[in-house]
C-alpha cells in the first residue's frame, strides 16, 4: 500500500506542477488518513491521503467543513 499511495501523491504533484525535493511519510493516527511532508525548493508542506473521499462527497467530508469554517477568521 505505501509504495502504490505514494505513486498517488507523486501523480497529485506532478498534476499541480508541485515539484517538490522530497515526500516524506510522516506519523499517522489510528484514523486511516495517511499524512506526507512535501519539501519545495522554498517551502514545506503536508499532504493528507484519506480512503473516505471515495465513498462520500467533498461538502460532507468533516475536514473540508472545518476548512470553511476557518477560512472565514
Known amino acids: 500500500m505505501k509504495i502504490?499511495?505514494?505513486?498517488?501523491?507523486?501523480?497529485?504533484?506532478?498534476?499541480?506542477?508541485?515539484?517538490?525535493?522530497?515526500?516524506t511519510?510522516?506519523?499517522h493516527d489510528a484514523s486511516s488518513?495517511?499524512?506526507?511532508?512535501?519539501?519545495t525548493?522554498?517551502?514545506s508542506l503536508i499532504v493528507c491521503y484519506d480512503e473516505t473521499l471515495q465513498?462520500?462527497?467533498?461538502?460532507?467530508?468533516p475536514f473540508y467543513?472545518?476548512?470553511?469554517l476557518f477560512k472565514n477568521y
Open 55 to 61: 465513498t462520500i462527497s467533498l461538502k460532507n467530508y
Open 33 to 39: 488518513r495517511r499524512y506526507y511532508r512535501i519539501t
Open 4 to 23: 502504490v499511495l505514494e505513486t498517488i501523491i507523486e501523480q497529485f504533484l506532478a498534476v499541480n506542477e508541485i515539484h517538490h525535493t522530497s515526500l
Open 65 to 68: 467543513i472545518t476548512h470553511r
Open 25 to 27: 511519510p510522516l506519523q
Open 41 to 43: 525548493a522554498t517551502k
